[in-house]
């Protein structure tokens, strides 16, 4: 792999041209995409998008098989010496019977320039637990501690693979609010995520994956306006189904049986068009769910695929 990134790369994450397959998947399918210093970026995609994959690239764990990997000018593997990059992944290795303190000394010792040990557990909301022996804590308190563990090498840009994931609800509070403390210092943060409102509310730009393509890229307002609008169902009654994605402000269709659901960024041309074919049986307009709006997203760009 040829690296054309220079010292002075203004970006925390370029990928350029970027391909990964395992055998007849392709996990990344040419991702391109420049992550400034300083941004909170979301990775939203449902399960086997990518996200992953993406990540484990970002950290040089895995080569591409085409493109290349920036970060921050340098290669990965670069980047991970020098102790730029931190990283949450979802399988943790095994905690080891230390206490915290001990251990985020430990994995710090390991770079060039670690982050005070205290400042780290402060960050990480583990203060009053430096003592405990890490294999004694909850599963909350254990995934802060493996974000104190990345926070450790005092990192320039923290990739966190589902970081949340089986936190309840207050954990996962505390986990963002930490997470924003670090971001606000200047930090580039990387995130992924299966939810759009969790993507909405911590990260200043979603990047939406489905089989291995960015099919979205934006601020959560704008992704929430392409992905949003209204869902107009009526019964087909037998009424063929071609030509309803031509129709105005029709984004995604879904056919149920002889139930036809078009979401619309122009609910009031749709269904006037509608109205036109005769197609008002039983029809009704509704204001699309975030979730739902994410899932007609990502599968509408998937039939392309
Ligand atoms: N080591 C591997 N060997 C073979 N296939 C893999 C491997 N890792 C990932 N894949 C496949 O690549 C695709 C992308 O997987 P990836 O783990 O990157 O997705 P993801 O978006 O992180 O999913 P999830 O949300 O479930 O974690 C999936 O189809 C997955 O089955």
């Known amino acids: ?10 970006n925390a994450v370029r990928f350029s041209g ?3 397959s395992y055998g007849a998947v392709r996990a990344v399918n040419g ?3 420049s992550i400034g210093r300083g941004e909170t970026v979301a990775l939203l995609g449902r399960n086997g998008a990518g996200k992953s994959t993406t990540i484990s690239l970002l950290l040089g764990l895995n080569e591409p098989d085409a493109g290349e990997v920036g970060i921050f000018g340098r290669t990965p593997e670069q980047a991970v010496r020098a102790g730029l990059v931190g990283a949450m992944l979802q ?11 001990e251990l985020v000394f430990f994995i710090g010792s390991m770079y060039p320039k670690p ?7 402060a960050l990480a909301g583990l203060t009053e637990f430096a003592d405990r022996r890490v294999d004694k804590l909850s599963g909350g308190q254990t995934q802060r501690v493996r974000f104190a563990m990345a926070l450790a090498g005092n990192p320039e840009l923290l990739l966190l693979d589902e970081p949340t994931a089986a936190l309840d609800v207050e954990a996962r509070r505390a986990f963002w609010e930490s997470m924003r403390t670090y971001a606000d210092r200047g930090n580039t943060v ?8 969790e993507a909405d509310d911590n990260a200043d730009r979603i990047v939406v994956i489905d089989r291995g393509r960015i099919v979205a890229d934006g601020p959560g307002e704008t992704i929430k306006r392409a992905a ?5 169902s009526f019964d087909l009654a037998g009424m063929p189904t071609e030509g309803l994605s031509l129709l105005p402000g029709v984004a995604a269709v879904e056919i149920h049986g002889d139930r036809a659901r078009l979401r619309s960024d122009d609910s009031d041309a749709t269904v006037v068009a509608l109205a036109a074919m005769g197609a008002v049986r039983r029809l009704e ?12 997203l990502t599968a509408r760009e998937s039939e392309t695929v």
């Open 1 to 10: 792999m040829t690296q054309t990134t220079t010292q002075s790369d203004a």
């Open 18 to 20: 970027v391909v990964k």
């Open 31 to 33: 991702a391109e995409l």
């Open 91 to 101: 399988e943790g290795s095994p905690i080891p019977r230390v206490t915290v303190r």
């Open 115 to 121: 982050m005070p040990v205290a400042e780290a557990l």
């Open 190 to 197: 990387v995130f992924s995520t299966h939810y759009l409102e």
């Open 228 to 232: 949003g609008g209204s869902l107009v």
């Open 285 to 296: 307009v509704a204001p699309a769910s975030l979730e739902d709006a994410f899932l007609s």
